[in-house]
């Protein structure tokens, strides 16, 4: 399988598990998990044509780990990054390390200064245990701000913080007290 079909595989996934099942006639369950055998039937019916191993090589080869099987590999869904508002991956209260990082760009910080970090259209912000996952999130829009943000404080002080499958830190919101802007 070549690097261009994987990469549009794991797009049309992305927004299939994380945004827009109903686009293919998917359901997914109250946890995010959709059939294997559903999702490769109805895709082909919308013309993203794949089979089980395609699938599975993705999901292994995803450089973000984006994806996730269950134990009896008969279902899959997306780790995090839904906009689903019935979606609801079940991740245990972890406590975070002392300072996460976030990566954005320049038009967002007169906001984050004002109001800090949102979930916007998410069901949480996403934050990263090091900076360099942090400025390749934020070079997707341009010249990445890297944040540090006191997430120690912010679960002393009572935020709760979930750890997804692939890694990626969740938290529903990081208020501008707690982010240090010293970098900028």
Known sequence: MNEKDTKRISKFLSLILRHQPEKIGLVLDANGWASIEELIEKSKKHGVSFTKETLDFVVKTNDKQRFAFNDAKTKIRASQGHSLQNVHIELPVTTPPDFL????????????????????????????????????????????????????????????????????????????????????
């Open 101 to 184: 990082f976030h990566g954005t760009v320049a038009k967002f910080m007169q906001a984050i200064r004002k109001e800090g970090l949102k979930k916007m259209s998410r069901q949480h912000v996403h934050l990263s245990a090091n900076k360099e996952t942090a400025i390749k999130v934020g070079s997707r829009r341009g010249v990445p701000i890297i944040l540090t943000v006191r997430s120690g404080d912010m679960h002393q002080q009572g935020h709760l913080f979930y750890l997804s499958e692939n890694g990626v830190w969740l938290t529903d919101n990081v208020p501008a007290e707690f982010i240090e802007f010293k970098e900028l």
